[in-house]
């Protein structure tokens, strides 16, 4: 079964803090992974995709291990407007979700 | 920015009733996909659809599940006999290619409450 395994938090970080979350996934075949972000009952907003070994854009760093089969996603200095649950997911068609990581940024 | 759209955004039926949801996908994808999330469930796959035919199906996705493109633009998705079960927040999806790891969109969701 193909599965994708994620810290479900709540990770309760400060204002400016970097925060971290990490996700494994189960399937050795997976050739590409995305961070979703999904608010309160929203969809999921693609945050980034992660296709090599990582990718960065701006405050967000991916980072792939394919030999320990993890993905990472570093934020530095969090805003409040990033308290919001983390989604990763594997990239074969269909994609194949964590359950999701809550993180609540606190002034 | 184009986007998926959704229609309605919430649904409340009774149990046994059929209900259709409703998807206006990206105008030039090709790719579409329902999944559905249980309150506080992770999101699941449901089905893909490509070319006026089913591509994948989970096995969630049973007999009392059909999907449809009806036209050019709208992507259904019809629980035939909804049951309390069938509550979730009903996602579409669109990608213009359905190679593995292309992006795919989604929509805002449907909220179906079973009664």
């Known amino acids: 079964r193909k599965e994708v395994e994620q810290d479900p938090g709540p990770f309760n970080v400060p204002e400016g803090a970097t925060v971290a979350f990490n996700c494994t996934y189960s399937n050795s075949a997976s050739q590409s992974f995305f961070w979703y972000r999904q608010d309160c009952r929203k969809e999921p907003k693609l945050l980034m995709s992660v296709y090599s070994s990582g990718n960065e854009d701006g405050r967000f760093t991916a980072q792939l291990n394919r030999a320990s089969q993890y993905i990472s996603l570093l934020i530095r200095d969090s805003k409040l407007s990033d308290s919001a649950t983390y989604l990763c997911c594997s990239g074969n068609t269909p994609l194949v979700f964590g359950k999701g990581t809550r993180l609540s940024v606190i002034a | ?115």
């Open chain 2, 1 to 115: 920015e184009p986007e998926v759209t959704q229609t309605p955004s919430h649904q409340v039926t009774q149990m046994g009733q059929e209900v259709i949801l409703r998807c206006v996908p990206i105008s030039n994808h090709l790719y579409f996909y329902w999944y559905r999330q249980i309150l506080g469930q992770k999101v699941e796959f449901l089905v893909s659809f490509y070319n006026n035919e089913i591509s994948e199906k989970s096995e969630i996705f049973d007999d009392q599940f059909s999907v449809e493109r009806p036209d050019g633009s709208n992507f259904t998705l019809k629980i035939r006999s909804t049951k309390l079960e069938d509550s979730a927040m009903y996602f579409c999806a669109s990608s213009d290619r359905g190679a593995r790891g292309e992006t795919q969109y989604f929509g805002p969701g449907t909220r179906l409450l079973v009664l």
